[in-house]
């Protein structure tokens, strides 16, 4: 007992310490993936309607994009964007805008084919129905066939955004100041990776673990009501 009650005080000053070089990248890692969230989302929304269209270049545009990001590793697609499109002379991206274009590309691609399931999930009914009220193809998209699809989509689109959550992390590779980056940066000062990283999981875990909750009300408040 009384060993530990130093031990504990030992670490509590580790973490106290630590904290605000964490919650800087805390930060950091909350704008990255809110940002890339949105852009993905819409990238998802535009790739899904090319693929529903009947124009077949668009079609044949969103499958290639599609297949393309799922079929190849994040990590690859990340070093593609940050090293091989920096490398022409035209383009000048920095570390955090390579990351948020590589999570939002990514996410995109597998929101693309969620928004596409959605969309197709709903009865063809409503769009007879839609028409019989006058409303053109835009129109019933944005009122009728978005809103319902939206609804049973919500808990697979949260599901695929804790994942791309989850994928900010490799964005320290190539510098970016975000929460595991900070953490390593810790590390390297205090020399205890037990401490930092353990304490770095738990802050992902309540991160993620929120947005679980947030899932789940969402998906009570307006999927099974």
Known sequence: MQDFIPALTELYDKVKAAMPTLLDGLQVTLYIFAVAIVLGFLIGLVMALFRLSPIKPLQWISKIFVDAIRGTPFIVQLFFIYFGLNSLSFISLDNTWAGILTVAINAGAYFAEIIRAGIQSIDKGQTEAARSLGLDSTQNMRFIVLPQAFRRMLP???NQAIISLKDTS?????????LTQRGRVVVSATYDPFT???LLGIMYFVIIYLLSLLSSYLERRFVLR
């Open 156 to 158: 697979t689109i949260t």
């Open 170 to 178: 490799l964005l320290s590779i190539i510098g970016v100041a975000d």
């Open 196 to 198: 930092i990283y353990l």
